[in-house]
């Protein structure tokens, strides 16, 4: 069976929009998603480099992260026919690492908890696929990467990109 | 530069001993390392299965514990050749994640923190070697596995074995 890695911010859960809704709330700014294809936060605007850390210090930003749409079912899906391991870079915020496995349990309860991976630099992962929005992540990954579409790699060219999560079905599924 | 992978408990940390310690004052018991030679706690006394989730709920119990003699100095010296991963299973004991990484910062604050890895099931890492205490992770381990010599696995066989961290600095440093 082969093996997906799968990455949480952006790929499963809305982290930027969490963002934004926490800034815009903090500087009364009405920034949407759309203000943020091709961009980082803080090129979006400065002043997310001082802010964010302080949102993600908060066990809530975590554990109150939406989930990206179709994941949950696609991923169910694939689970049949490959071995899905969730991968998340979480040593830059440790105060991440209870609420996100917390999280992965709360909206993912059907995979197995002993294929979720903490980690940092993800070129330690051994899998055929990782599906990520960090173009850095997968440079250094050894199997094949795939770049998950986020407002902020829109422009980023040279990988093979999927959109959304059907089109993860129909690449993996052959749909 | 090729990549090591190391393991926590029992391997940098006195994991085992720490249950002793805690487990002996609860029931007025006095056992020691001795007494686990070739058993699991379990196998030493069947009560350690209703304990040892308490001991391990209390974030006390991950940061007290104590440093394996010469792993931070034989570490220290190897990462100028290696690159070195920790990699641990924490899965498990999700309370566990947030200590395990102040543990870390604390006794071997020379390595990079992108280079640590909670996982549950250690097939999904990509190194050249793996030096852990249980003979499941290295039975799936795609590279080298190197089993380091604890109380519970003495009498295994069919591994590389080193039985402390000067003979692991002989074996990667050909001293």
């Not at 994941?71 to 391991?85: A, F, G, M, P």
């Not at 908890?113 to 055929?128: E, L, Q, R, T």
């Not at 997968?138 to 579409?149: A, E, K, R, V």
Request: proline content about 2%; aromatic content about 14%; overall charge negative.
């Amino acid at each position: 069976m082969k093996r997906i890695a799968i990455d949480m911010d952006e790929v499963i859960t809305h982290f930027s929009t969490s963002c934004l809704e926490l800034f815009n709330k903090e500087f009364d700014e009405n920034y949407t998603t759309e203000d943020l294809q091709g961009k980082l936060l803080v090129e979006l605007d400065a002043r997310f480099a001082d802010t964010v850390d302080s949102y993600l210090a908060n066990d809530s930003f975590f554990l109150d992260l939406k989930v990206i749409k179709d994941s949950q079912n696609v991923i169910q899906k694939l689970s049949s026919y490959y071995e899905i391991y969730i991968v998340t870079a979480a040593m830059e915020f440790p105060a991440s690492l209870a609420p996100k496995y917390q999280w992965l349990k709360q909206h993912f309860s059907f995979l197995d908890d002993k294929k979720f991976v903490f980690c940092g630099d993800k070129s330690i992962i051994h899998a055929d696929y990782l599906i990520d929005d960090t173009p850095s992540h997968l440079d250094t990954f050894s199997g094949q990467g795939i770049l998950f579409t986020a407002p902020h790699n829109r422009d980023i060219t040279g990988y093979t990109r999927l959109n959304n999560w059907q089109e993860v079905a129909a690449y993996f599924l052959n749909l």
